[in-house]
């Protein structure tokens, strides 16, 4: 399989148990998680030859998440160690009409204090197919936006196809800074993915959907996506839909445009929902598996990327811990959920 290669930022989740709220918890389940790295354990799962940098403290807490990285398979050789502290978020999850919540705790973590010299990038893309990053990474510092700067530079040195998932995080940066930083970082990108909100706040594109609505026809993107990929020279760019009837029960499905085609998933109805964090990582390794299994078609990529999403839905935790043959169980249709035996 070919080096894939992702970078950010994994933060310790305190999340509380049972759907309770964080006034009445006395307890928080722990376990690891963000965006790249969930990417990147993803990829690891489907038997791809993964690697995942960033910076972590060289402290218990540290090696902890280094552990859970390695634990599932994933190349921990360009993490660099160092720095005090790592992220924390806690979770509050919803259910029906009450929403999840999340809280941050992540101000000087090792990786958003970290200096280019904390990582050898020209080693880190030999020998490499593909890069993914995503626009939380630049949310979290100045230095980490230069970080992703300098690595999408010495990727495209490399010829590295590099990936993005646009991910704007209100809690972490504003609309016009957000605009700064990841417009001229499009330049580098092959694929763009995101869903309406992320285009509209990182690129300043709006569909012509409401989605708040329901409304979630591909119609309303197919104009959106062309004018994205004619502005940056997007080889695809892809939008995942979801429709929050509740945080207990969502519909989901995807839209992908090579230029040429444009293409709408199937449609999956997810209820009950376990766990909806990582759902949209889910879906972007999901995605970079499919296109370099399917060489490139994007039907076959996107109807992976969808059932891969979906089924990270059923799963606690950060990690979609599925195989690629039971992410292919689910696209030709098996979604009974009976006992195997």
């Not at 199937?266 to 390794?285: E, L």
Request: hydrophobic fraction near 35%.
């Amino acid at each position: 399989m070919p080096k894939i290669v992702t970078m950010g930022e994994i933060m310790l989740r305190l999340s509380t148990p049972d759907n309770q709220r964080f006034i009445q918890s006395d307890s928080f389940d722990v376990c690891y998680g963000g965006g790249e790295a969930n990417v990147a354990i993803s990829l690891a799962n489907y038997g791809n030859d993964v690697y995942y940098v960033t910076k972590l403290p060289k402290n218990e807490i540290g090696q902890s998440a280094l552990n859970a990285l390695r634990r599932y398979g994933v190349n921990t050789e360009y993490i660099s160690r160092g720095g005090d502290r790592l992220g924390i978020y806690f979770l509050e999850s919803g259910s029906s009409m009450r929403p999840s919540k999340v809280i941050y705790d992540r101000k000087d973590s090792a990786i958003s204090l970290a200096d280019t010299s904390d990582f050898d990038f020209d080693k880190i893309f030999d020998g490499c197919f593909w890069f993914h990053w995503t626009g939380i990474t630049p949310a979290i510092s100045d230095k980490a936006a230069e970080l992703i700067k300098k690595a999408c530079e010495c990727a495209k040195k490399h010829n590295v196809i590099i990936s993005c998932d646009l991910n704007f995080r209100k809690k972490l940066w504003t609309t016009e800074k957000a605009q700064s930083i990841m417009k001229p970082l499009m330049k580098y990108v092959d694929v763009c993915i995101g869903n309406e909100e992320d285009a509209k706040l990182c690129l300043g594109f709006t569909p012509k959907a409401d989605i708040e609505k329901g409304d979630t026809s591909a119609s309303g993107y197919y104009e959106i996506f062309k004018e994205m990929k004619e502005t940056y020279n997007f080889k695809y760019v892809v939008s995942s839909l979801r429709e929050s009837y509740s945080a207990s029960h969502n519909g989901w499905k995807a839209l992908i445009y090579n230029g040429k085609e444009f293409y709408e998933s199937k449609h999956y109805d997810i209820m009950p929902i376990v766990d909806r964090v990582g759902g949209g990582d889910s879906f972007a390794a999901g995605l970079i598996h499919g296109l370099i299994k399917y060489n490139g078609n994007q039907k076959d990529a996107l109807e992976f990327a969808v059932a891969s999403s979906a089924l990270k839905h059923t799963i606690p935790g950060d990690f979609n811990l599925v195989t690629e043959e039971e992410v292919l169980s689910l696209v030709k249709g098996n979604a009974s959920g009976r006992v195997q035996r």
